[in-house]
């Protein structure tokens, strides 16, 4: 299974990414379709962090305090796409963002769930 997260940039504060997570691999694309898919993030010298989750149907989604009202995470399954829509990006953003699909139907804010994992995309906010 191979993911693959694009969108990143190096942005001003304020401005406003879209992530895309997305494969070329027909059986990737039923993993994304039929799975829960969540993004996280990882600073340098800190954790890889929780993001944002979705549900295989899109109806539960789910963010990390620190991007909620901020971030909102959506799904085209006719696509095998998962989006996450970032605006108002603070320095504090910054960071390598990983799309992965979790080991079932529905997200998990929880990384022991997540099985696959992309190849991440860089995020730069600059003040």
């Known amino acids: 299974v191979q993911l693959q997260a694009s969108g990143g940039g190096l942005v001003q504060a304020g401005d406003s990414l879209r992530l895309t997570c997305a494969t070329s691999?027909?059986?990737?694309?039923?993993?994304?379709?039929?799975?829960?898919m969540g993004w996280f993030r990882q600073a340098p010298g800190k954790e890889r962090e929780f993001v944002s989750t979705?549900?295989?149907?899109?109806?539960?989604?789910s963010y990390a305090d620190s991007v909620k009202g901020r971030f909102t995470i959506s799904r085209d399954n006719a696509k095998s796409t998962v989006y996450l829509q970032m605006n108002g990006l603070k320095p504090e953003d910054t960071a390598v963002y990983y799309c992965?699909?979790?080991?079932?139907?529905?997200?998990?804010?929880?990384?022991?769930?997540?099985?696959?994992w992309g190849q991440g995309t860089q995020v730069t906010v600059s003040s």
């Open positions: 979705i549900s295989w149907r899109g109806s539960s989604t």
């Open positions: 691999r027909p059986q990737t694309r039923r993993t994304i379709t039929n799975n829960g």
């Open positions: 992965a699909a979790a080991r079932g139907s529905q997200g998990s804010d929880r990384i022991s769930d997540y099985n696959y």
